[in-house]
């Protein structure tokens, strides 16, 4: 495991995965390993504020992480979808493979 990866959420409420304002190549990777550690702890609560740029492999990361959420029967939230992000996922039909909160 990358050292640099998040760490778990602690015990009570979940503490929102902040996602990175890059979500491309160079990020996926990183991406993916916080988000499987967070994975195996429950749910995925993920904060999107801070996105600024997106790439295929970025999304590729999130629906998989989505589908892995719902695999499980573990939630996946996804929040504060900046508009870059939004478009990227509605321009590529992936809407019902990445679902969005407000």
Request: aromatic fraction near 2%; hydrophobic fraction near 50%.
């Amino acid at each position: 495991m990358n050292e640099d990866a998040p760490p778990p959420p602690s015990a009570g409420e979940p503490t929102p995965f902040i996602l990175p304002s890059s979500l491309d190549l160079n990020a996926a990777s990183l991406l993916r390993e916080g988000l499987l550690v967070r994975l195996e702890a429950g749910g995925l609560e993920l904060e999107a504020g801070a996105v600024e740029r997106v790439s295929t492999p970025g999304l590729q990361v999130l629906a998989a992480a989505a589908a892995s959420a719902r695999a499980r029967g573990a939630a996946f939230r996804l929040r504060g979808v900046p508009a870059a992000l939004a478009d990227a996922i509605r321009d590529l039909d992936l809407a019902a493979a990445i679902p969005t909160e407000g």
